[in-house]
DNA sequence: AACCCGGGGAA
DNA sequence: TTCCCAGGGTT
């Protein structure tokens, strides 16, 4: 029988440390390996680019600095430090997860992964990144990013759409994962983010150009694989904002659909106000699954009375300009206050 | 396994 | 416009 030599690819993981070594980006969760931070970082940038996320993880830590405090402030407070980040689900979890840690870890923040993996709104990239960055866990923290150079140095076309890419591209980084895998899962991040970019990579100064299959086959744009589209369907919304006085009424979101938790005004009013109604302006704005025109009429209450009755029927919260500050909006609305902000201040 | 959930920047 | 980003939860 005649032996074929199984082929081995380590040397490409320990050319990306190399290279990781001398090209790190400088970012503030860089210096440190205490999981809070890390687990935050990795929360507040599911999702999102770095300079995005950036002013949110900086002002999230200086407000929340460990899991005690965490757990002890208000939802409506983390909610408001999550204001414009979009996917509002990470804030309300990772509150409860900083509970969890204190109820169920004595506020000692669990080192194994399976542990890790039980907080709420983590899931097995963010386990698998703070158990390798802060305890040494040989777990690839497969993202979008492992995706993309994993796709291209193997030139394999599997869909990255698929629901099973999680785990055949986690396979593929096994063969080539050093020992330092907590720096090897950040190298993946900074090069898939400086250097194999979706678009127009620059290859010329990737350390792992060598070792790439689909810039030999001068395939790179063929990679990764993604046959998946999405598509933005259309949604109408209505909202009064009645006010009298500088004061206006609202009223928080449930945890489901759209914009979970945040606060909106009054999406319906009663037939006493019909007749308050000034003005109507119309305002389009594009969610990643949604395209939303969302009328927002202007009711200026005239009748004390009618005022007090509305508010009364509906629980709804009595606040002002200043008072929204203290609170999470939609994007939308908090424009349409800002606004409103710079009419009211001219009268 | 399929679908849902934001917002912003790059090309 | 289109794509996609340090993904996770729900059904």
Not at 5 to 25: C, D, E, M, V
Not at 111 to 129: C, M, R
Not at 167 to 191: K, R
Not at 203 to 231: Q, R
Request: a neutral charge.
């Amino acid at each position: 029988m005649e032996k074929t030599a199984t082929p081995t690819f380590k040397h490409i993981g320990s050319k990306l440390l190399n290279w990781y070594q001398k090209n790190a980006r400088d970012l503030p969760f860089r210096q440190t390996k205490d999981p809070y931070k890390i687990w935050i970082c990795e929360i507040v940038f599911q999702q999102t680019r770095i300079n995005q996320g950036l002013n949110h993880y900086n002002n999230f830590i200086k407000r929340f600095p460990d899991v005690k405090t965490l757990a002890e402030a208000e939802e409506n407070e983390v909610l408001l430090y999550w204001k414009g980040l979009g996917y509002y689900s990470r804030a309300i979890n990772i509150h409860r997860a900083a509970q969890q840690i204190m109820n169920d870890y004595h506020g000692t923040f669990p080192h194994e992964y399976e542990e890790i993996l039980k907080l709420k709104g983590v899931g097995k990239y963010t386990a698998a990144a703070v158990s390798s960055i802060c305890f040494d866990g040989k777990i690839p923290a497969v993202d979008g990013n492992f995706y993309r150079v994993l796709s291209r140095i193997f030139a394999d076309d599997f869909d990255i759409s698929n629901s099973r890419a999680f785990n055949y591209f986690s396979e593929l980084a096994h063969l080539i994962l050093p020992d330092n895998v907590g720096d090897f899962n950040q190298a993946m991040m900074d090069l898939g983010s400086e250097i194999c970019k979706p678009k127009n990579p620059l290859c010329g100064e990737c350390p792992l150009h060598e070792d790439c299959l689909a810039f030999s086959l001068n395939k790179i744009s063929e990679f990764p694989v993604k046959t998946k589209k999405v598509k933005a369907e259309d949604l109408s919304l209505k909202y009064y904002f009645v006010h009298r006085n500088g004061k206006f009424l609202i009223q928080q979101r449930k945890d489901d659909f759209i914009w979970k938790k945040l606060f909106e005004f009054p999406p319906v009013i009663s037939d006493e106000l019909i007749s308050f109604i000034k003005s109507v302006k119309t305002v389009n704005h594009k969610l990643t699954h949604k395209n939303l025109s969302i009328e927002i009429f202007n009711v200026e209450v005239d009748s004390e009375d009618i005022w007090k009755d509305f508010i009364a029927e509906n629980n709804f919260i009595v606040t002002d300009v200043e008072g929204s500050h203290e609170r999470s909006f939609p994007k939308p609305l908090e424009n349409y206050i800002q606004n409103y902000d710079t009419a009211y201040r001219i009268l």
